[in-house]
Nanobody, 123 residues
């Protein structure tokens, strides 16, 4: 079992920055972990992922170059630094984990999810 709790969402203007945090507990250290988002009118989508053991990062084309995923082994916490935010980044962001070290690029590939945190980017 993996328990995930997100924090750090909020309201920001276009071009601004936010950092999301995901506190993890349980059996997650051998897993791939990711950030997913649900934007209005769209299905839940993959944003970024990291292999916890090796720290290798993966990004969707929509956020590549603007967002950075990272993790802190000592704090059991994963982060998503979001820069140059756009109104289309508005949505609920979820921390997620899967029972594999291999990253999935589909939201459905992740078994565990947190409750989500709202990010709103105003124009």
């Amino acid at each position: 079992q993996v328990h995930l709790v997100e924090s750090g969402g909020g309201l920001v203007q276009t071009g601004g920055s936010l950092r999301l945090s995901c506190a993890a507990s349980g059996s997650f250290r051998n897993n791939a972990m990711a950030w997913l988002r649900q934007t209005p009118g769209k299905a839940r989508e993959f944003v970024a992922a990291i292999n916890w053991n090796y720290g290798r990062e993966y990004y969707s084309d929509a956020v590549k170059g603007r967002f950075t995923i990272s993790r802190d082994n000592e704090k059991n916490t994963m982060y998503l630094q979001m820069n140059s935010l756009k109104p289309e980044d508005t949505g609920v962001y979820f921390c997620a984990a899967r029972t594999s070290t291999i990253v999935a690029y589909e939201a459905s590939g992740y078994t565990y999810r947190g409750q989500g945190t709202q990010v709103t980017v105003s124009s």
